[in-house]
T-cell receptor, first 116, second 116 residues
Framework: EAQVTQNPRYLITVTGKKLTVTCSQN?????MSWYRQDPGLGLRQIYY???????DKGDVPEGYKVSRKEKRNFPLILESPSPNQTSLYFC???????????????FGPGTRLTVL | SQQGEEDPQALSIQEGENATMNCSYK?????LQWYRQNSGRGLFHLIL?????REKHSGRLRVTLDTSKKSSSLLITASRAADTASYFC????????????????FGQGTILTVHP
């Protein structure tokens, strides 16, 4: 089944404790992206990757890191989480704009993160 | 700033009625997409309309696009209780040269409630 998976789905952690949220897709998509969703603010893009070893900042990259060593995986790293990073996180993927011109995105189920 | 802004923020209707949601955006686009999100879950792609299209249908969905007004509308006909969800528009903006930036920008969404 074609899908985007995220782990963990729920996480409660404390300020300053490094964490990684994994994202994996099995559709051979070039493009992958991370969003956070907060009440009243909608979805905001954190980082995106056009292909392996190519990553770019989105609208709210502060406090986050990403890597794209393999095509299927795009982990989101919080080196020193803070309470303002409490949010619902979504990973998404799509074929590249160069290949299809139209980047319909497929979303993972979300990771609900609470930083105390 | 948000590229797409949906209106209304919330819409409550009875089963069988039509639901119309609007989206306005600010820049030139390659395409505009509508997504649905059931409470706390990942987004699901509904329909994509290209910048050179004015109207598109998919089942009970009808999308219009007016690039001169930089606006789009999503009409759900004969609504059902199962249509209860949040609906987001997302724009694929292009630069002055007509090239896509390769990322989607989401609005804040319209919360649709359909009462049985």
């Amino acid at each position: 089944e074609a899908q985007v998976t995220q782990n963990p789905r729920y996480l409660i952690t404390v300020t300053g404790k490094k964490l990684t949220v994994t994202c994996s897709q099995n559709m051979n998509h070039e493009y992958m992206s991370w969003y956070r969703q907060d009440p009243g603010l909608g979805l905001r893009q954190i980082y995106y990757s056009m292909n392996v070893e190519v990553t770019d900042k989105g609208d709210v990259p502060e406090g986050y890191k990403v890597s794209r060593k393999e095509k299927r995986n795009f982990p989101l790293i919080l080196e020193s989480p803070s309470p303002n990073q409490t949010s619902l996180y979504f990973c998404a993927s799509s074929f590249s704009v160069a290949r299809t011109r139209y980047n319909e995105q497929f979303f993972g189920p979300g990771t609900r993160l609470t930083v105390l | 700033s948000q590229q797409g802004e949906e209106d209304p923020q919330a819409l409550s209707i009875q089963e069988g009625e039509n639901a119309t949601m609007n989206c306005s955006y600010k820049t030139s686009i390659n395409n505009l997409q509508w997504y649905r999100q059931n409470s706390g879950r990942g987004l699901f792609h509904l329909i994509l309309i290209r910048s050179n299209e004015r109207e598109k249908h998919s089942g009970r969905l009808r999308v219009t696009l007016d690039t001169s007004k930089k606006s789009s509308s999503l009409l759900i006909t004969a609504s059902r209780a199962a249509d209860t969800a949040s609906y987001f528009c997302a724009t694929d903006a292009i630069n002055a040269g007509g090239t896509s930036y390769g990322k989607l920008t989401f609005g804040q969404g319209t919360i649709l409630t359909v009462h049985p």
